[in-house]
């Protein structure tokens, strides 16, 4: 058994919802065992004892939107790029995370499906874990491509995805673009999470496509049509619903008093903050590419040749610093959003998401400013500065 001390714990509260709690010792081996008062833990029952010194004791952070880092990507024929992907997450805290594809030529993206398929059956726990894929595009707008060729966006086909509903765990559509009326009902009962994202859905039809089973908003603010006062969209839909939100938090992407606008609007609730990162992230300033575009890389903006914002160099515990200076929140509740909120929505939360008893030994240990001490993933140690 390892045991560790001396942190503040986030814990869920008796509602569910994370507080900080202090003067207890996580005792765990690959699974979480036990959550003792340390006046009650004796040093001796430890194989090995962490001291946290006065460091927070979190679940490990979720990323449900990642097209890679540290050189990696996911849509790289090289079956390393996934591993690479996972050590680099572990770095910053990650504990899970889903490899995001492109809009590319849809060849590709069944490989690149097939490869996440195996990462996810051949894991070793030298990283963060593969949860599935988040698959973004081809089934998007035209008109709201962003970074994303337009030259393999596809209508909306069930029949082209079956054949990997085990893997995909999210999958991003237009839905205006919809032709099978029963596309978003079919995703959902196949346990896939349907995503609007990449479109020019006005209110309405966001909104009937939120009652049909989509619950789920793709980089919120971005790829969709501005919030207008008599032409709300897809951003009014998602502030007006109980849709779980993503939002890249760089200050790039959004500005920080939008992200405190939004944090209230959804009253501090249906957020997961994400990376959106791609191969960059990690490796400074230069060119790099995306999707076989190339893209450029100064300080924390990327973008394609024609100036258009082309994902992000973002680490996740730098994101959820930036959501905590820019909302106000206090530390639980921002971790709540990495956590909890995506863990629930993907169907494993009774796995993982929160430090509870019976669940994975997926551990961040990490300072106020959210610098990483140390990431645990299935109680083994993956990252020690």
């Known amino acids: 058994m390892k045991a560790i001390r001396n942190g503040v714990l986030i814990i869920p509260d008796e509602d569910g919802h994370f507080k900080a709690q202090t003067d207890d010792v996580l005792c765990y081996d690959e699974q979480i065992m036990q959550i003792i008062p340390a006046a009650e833990f004796s040093p001796s029952d430890a194989d090995e004892l962490i001291d946290a010194a006065g460091a927070y004791v979190a679940p490990g952070f979720l990323n449900v939107h990642i097209h890679g880092c540290d050189?990696?990507?996911?849509?790289?024929?090289?079956?390393?790029?996934?591993?690479?992907?996972?050590?680099?997450?572990?770095?910053?805290?990650?504990?899970?995370?889903?490899?995001?594809?492109?809009?590319?030529?849809?060849?590709?993206?069944?490989?690149?499906?097939?490869?996440?398929?195996?990462?996810?059956?051949?894991?070793?726990?030298?990283?963060?874990?593969?949860?599935?894929?988040?698959?973004?595009?081809?089934?998007?707008?035209?008109?709201?491509?962003?970074?994303?060729?337009?030259?393999?966006?596809?209508?909306?086909?069930?029949?082209?995805?079956?054949?990997?509903?085990?893997?995909?765990?999210?999958?991003?559509?237009?839905?205006?673009?919809?032709?099978?009326?029963?596309?978003?009902?079919?995703?959902?009962?196949?346990?896939?999470?349907?995503?609007?994202?990449?479109?020019?859905?006005?209110?309405?039809?966001?909104?009937?496509?939120?009652?049909?089973?989509?619950?789920?908003?793709?980089?919120?603010?971005?790829?969709?049509?501005?919030?207008?006062?008599?032409?709300?969209?897809?951003?009014?839909?998602?502030?007006?619903?109980?849709?779980?939100?993503?939002?890249?938090?760089?200050?790039?992407h959004v500005h920080p008093a939008m992200q405190r606008i939004i944090y209230h609007a959804k009253r501090g609730r249906n957020l997961i903050p994400i990376t959106d990162s791609l191969r960059a992230c990690g490796l400074g300033e230069g060119v790099s590419e995306l999707g076989g575009q190339r893209v450029y890389v100064k300080g924390t903006l990327a973008t394609l040749a024609d100036g258009t914002i082309a994902g992000s160099v973002l680490c996740m515990n730098d994101g959820l610093r930036i959501l905590r200076a820019n909302t106000g929140a206090e530390i639980p509740a921002v971790v709540e959003m990495a956590t909890r909120t995506p863990a629930e929505e993907l169907g494993v939360y009774d796995d993982l998401g929160s430090l509870s008893v019976g669940k994975y030994a997926d551990i961040a240990i990490f300072d106020e400013e959210f610098r990483i001490r140390r990431t645990i993933v299935g109680g083994r140690d993956c990252f020690v500065p």
């Not at 790289?76 to 992907?85: F, T, V």
């Not at 990462?119 to 949860?131: D, F, H, K, N, W």
């Not at 709201?144 to 069930?158: M, N, R, S, T, V």
């Open 71 to 252: 050189g990696a990507d996911t849509m790289d024929e090289d079956a390393g790029a996934l591993a690479r992907i996972a050590a680099f997450q572990a770095r910053t805290g990650v504990t899970s995370f889903l490899p995001t594809t492109m809009t590319c030529a849809f060849d590709s993206v069944e490989r690149a499906l097939v490869r996440i398929r195996a990462a996810m059956a051949e894991q070793g726990l030298r990283g963060a874990r593969i949860l599935g894929a988040h698959m973004e595009g081809p089934f998007i707008s035209p008109a709201k491509k962003g970074a994303q060729d337009e030259h393999y966006i596809l209508p909306a086909a069930f029949e082209k995805i079956e054949p990997y509903a085990d893997v995909i765990k999210i999958i991003t559509i237009a839905p205006e673009t919809l032709t099978e009326k029963d596309f978003i009902e079919n995703c959902r009962a196949h346990g896939i999470v349907v995503s609007i994202g990449h479109t020019s859905a006005d209110y309405e039809t966001a909104r009937a496509a939120i009652a049909a089973g989509a619950t789920h908003v793709t980089h919120l603010c971005n790829a969709m049509t501005p919030l207008n006062h008599r032409h709300p969209g897809l951003l009014g839909a998602g502030l007006d619903t109980e849709a779980n939100c993503e939002l890249i938090v760089d200050n790039v």
